[in-house]
């Protein structure tokens, strides 16, 4: 068992960027970010495999965000330019143990952290 601890998180202008950041405690995962607005269900954002090499974006911030990791700071990242206010939601980082794939579905991740909002004003 891992724990996943997101950071960076805030109110920022439409236009505006931000990266946020999840720290695992350690191991060897696949990795992922999701978020969840008031009122709708969780949604994909992006998906790294452990090297770092394959990556799936959700068409909604595809060009707009990236998402990267550091494995030697056990730690992943998603990088977030062009904010637009409906990318206003709660982000949860998540993780899972089938190291090759950018996996975007929710039910197949095996640990998540507790979230840090992202509002983006317009």
């Known amino acids: 068992q891992i724990q996943l601890v997101e950071s960076g998180g805030g109110l920022v202008q439409a236009g505006a960027s931000l990266r946020l950041s999840c720290a695992a405690s350690g191991g060897h995962y696949a990795m992922g970010w999701f978020r969840q607005a008031p009122g709708k269900e969780r949604e994909f954002v992006a998906a790294?495999?452990?090297?770092?090499?394959?990556?799936r974006y959700a068409d909604a911030v595809k060009g707009r965000f990236t998402i990267s990791r550091d494995n030697a700071k056990n730690t992943a990242y998603l990088q977030m330019n062009s904010l637009k206010f409906e990318d206003t939601a709660v982000y949860y980082c998540?993780?899972?143990?089938?190291?090759?794939?950018?996996?975007?579905?929710?039910?197949?991740?095996?640990?998540w952290g507790q979230g840090t909002q992202v509002t983006v004003s317009s």
């Open positions: 998540a993780a899972h143990l089938r190291v090759g794939v950018p996996e975007v579905m929710a039910g197949r991740y095996d640990y």
């Open positions: 790294i495999s452990w090297s770092g090499g394959s990556t």
